[in-house]
């Protein structure tokens, strides 16, 4: 006896679109709901022939995208929608019924729209960086409001009065984040284009030497909207340069939008032609600048969100402090404490932010100066004496040992006036801090007794978790 579902999936004209739709429904469920809307809505199931399931993709954009970032899930779910193992095959196809123009196909008054009767492939993007970098994911500070505001401004109104829009940063700012989150919003009614110069150059090179240099400058020539990561890398490449001069003068003549970005602002590029230089300093040319605490605090709280993890304000700020003002290794330093914290099963604390960034703090971070709750931490976590003691009235011994270690260390290691560091410690006279300091050090000039040996080993060990 065949079964129903069977004859089914063995139907190539009246399965395909079933497994499809229920393949969608798994996704959908799994998604935000813009990373569906923006992948995947305009999907369709084409057949199913030799037991692998065929699907259209609008774009080639879209088709590398899935390929590359979400293929590993579309398979999961289609397996899941399936009931059993199938393989899928994608490719840029258009529904059989009116949809939508494509969106690699100019769907302006571009000249050169009607002389193309095959999409010509957009350059690929780095889809793990396109996943989710829009707009709304970025988080916008006084360092990068300018830079937002920009290319905001060429996403929604490209080729009218910011080209070209040039963007210039350190790495692990967010400049590629900024030229994703244009792409998002410009394919949709634009045809671009999105591509590093490192691709660029390479799709050149080989363009010539397969005779096809022609096909090469058709594809970046006919783009609506051009967008070129780490444009510092044509240095010193000649052909390629003027390669690029071409095609920058034949978009920006037709007012075509270009974006680019680079780590240097255009005149300290080395190895870049003058005639380069003048014509992407013609346009806007804008910063992103380290950020400052504040919107650090953003940047992991929002990444806290996505993982639905529970961390208090003031332990988000030592992360802020301790992870660097590059994003990345400030999202590195955030997602080490993630580990850390759940190999012990233990909820963040500040104890776990010490442990776990013990050895991997930026440069810049190694020089900051700890604060007394900083320090009340790490001696907390070495100690075992709870943090709210140390602002307490208890007096036994374990508790006062520990509160004179930190107030040796802040007496040696921050700016803070005695009465500073004694207000930090539950408002305790200056003269108690001095005696504290005092006697931590004459307990230290008798290096040859154990007393003394406790002392050191845990100033050292303190020391060096906060790399002081």
Not at 36 to 55: D, M
Not at 450 to 468: D, G
């Amino acid at each position: 006896m065949v079964t129903r579902s069977a004859r089914s999936f063995n139907d190539p004209h009246s399965d395909h679109r079933a497994i499809w739709q229920r393949t969608l429904e798994v996704l959908r469920d799994a998604l935000d709901r813009e990373t569906y809307e923006t992948w995947f809505a305009e999907t369709h199931a084409i057949e199913i022939r030799g037991g692998v399931l065929h699907v259209g993709v609008p774009t080639v954009i879209k088709l590398e995208t899935l390929r590359g970032s979400y293929y590993p899930q579309l398979a999961s779910a289609v397996r899941q929608a399936a009931g059993r193992p199938i393989e899928i095959e994608l490719r840029v196809a258009a529904r059989p019924e009116p949809v939508t123009p494509a969106l690699d196909l100019p769907v302006s008054d571009s000249p050169l729209a009607g002389d193309r009767s095959l999409p010509i492939q957009p350059a690929r993007s780095r889809p793990a960086v396109l996943n989710q970098a829009t707009f709304e994911r970025f988080v916008e500070g006084t360092s990068n409001q300018i830079a937002v505001t920009a290319s905001r401004r060429v996403a929604f109104h490209p080729g009218e009065d910011t080209n070209p829009l040039f963007i210039y940063a350190n790495s692990g700012l967010g400049k590629t984040h900024l030229l994703h989150a244009i792409a998002h919003v410009t394919m949709q009614s634009h045809y671009t284009v999105l591509v590093d110069t490192e691709s660029y150059v390479r799709q050149f090179v080989n363009s010539v030497g397969a005779g096809e240099r022609a096909a090469f400058q058709e594809k970046y020539e006919s783009a609506e909207v051009l967008i070129i990561d780490d444009v510092q890398k044509l240095g010193g490449k000649v052909q390629t340069q003027d390669e690029f001069f071409n095609v920058f003068n034949a978009l920006h003549q037709r007012g075509r939008q270009i974006v680019i970005a680079s780590d240097l602002p255009p005149r300290l590029l080395t190895g870049l032609g003058e005639r380069l230089v003048t014509r992407f300093e013609g346009g806007l040319v804008v910063e992103i600048n380290p950020p400052d605490v504040e919107l650090r605090m953003a940047i992991l709280q929002r990444k806290i969100r996505d993982w639905d993890m529970h961390i208090d304000e003031a332990t988000i700020l030592m992360i802020a402090e301790r992870g660097g003002t590059n994003v990345r290794s400030l999202l590195g330093a955030l997602q080490r404490v993630r580990v850390f914290a759940e190999s012990e099963r233990s909820p963040v604390t500040p104890g776990i932010v010490m442990r776990a960034l013990a050895g991997h703090i930026p440069e810049e971070s190694r020089k900051a100066k700890p604060t007394v709750a900083e320090l009340i931490a790490a001696t907390s976590d070495l100690t075992g004496v709870a943090p709210d003691l140390f602002t307490a009235p208890r007096k036994d011994r374990r508790t006062a040992r520990a509160r004179q270690l930190v107030m040796y260390l802040a007496c040696h290691h921050t700016d803070l006036s005695l009465n500073a560091i004694g207000e930090a410690l539950g408002g305790r006279d200056h003269s108690t801090v001095l005696h504290g300091r005092d006697k931590v050090e004459k307990l230290l000039s008798n290096s040859t007794d154990a007393e003394a040996q406790w002392w050191i080993q845990q100033i050292s060990e303190i020391r060096s978790r906060l790399h002081l």
